[in-house]
């Protein structure tokens, strides 16, 4: 069974950086994707980034471009979101969620717990 667990987030201002890691387990097939996703109060759920284990490839969402970077260590099993620039509107809860096949078609059935990220001066 997939599982994935976040770590790293926090308390950051405005133009900082943070970290965020995702320790994902379970894998019976390697062709799988990794995305990170995030909710603010009152908004929906939205896809942050993903990457394809298979390939490396990695998708982001438009106004993230440029700002937050997805990255792997497979040696460690961790897919890691470096977000840089950071603004208030950055704030929500962030999720790792896993499943099998390319990164903007898994369905994502496996969801950590999430890590509150807080972006405020």
């Known amino acids: 069974q997939l599982q994935v667990v976040e770590s790293g987030g926090g308390f950051v201002q405005p133009g900082g950086s943070l970290r965020l890691s995702c320790a994902a387990s379970?894998?019976?097939?390697?062709?799988?994707?990794i995305g990170w996703f995030r909710q603010a109060p009152g908004k929906e759920r939205e896809m942050v980034s993903c990457i394809s284990n298979t390939d490396g490839s990695t998708y982001y969402a438009d106004s993230l471009k440029g700002r937050f970077t997805i990255s792997r260590d497979n040696a460690k099993n961790t897919v890691y979101l470096e977000m840089n620039n950071m603004k208030p509107e950055d704030t929500a809860v962030y999720y790792c969620a896993a499943d099998y096949g390319f990164c903007e078609e898994a369905d994502y059935g496996s969801w950590g717990q999430g890590t509150q990220v807080t972006v405020s001066s």
């Open positions: 379970g894998f019976t097939d390697e062709h799988y994707a």
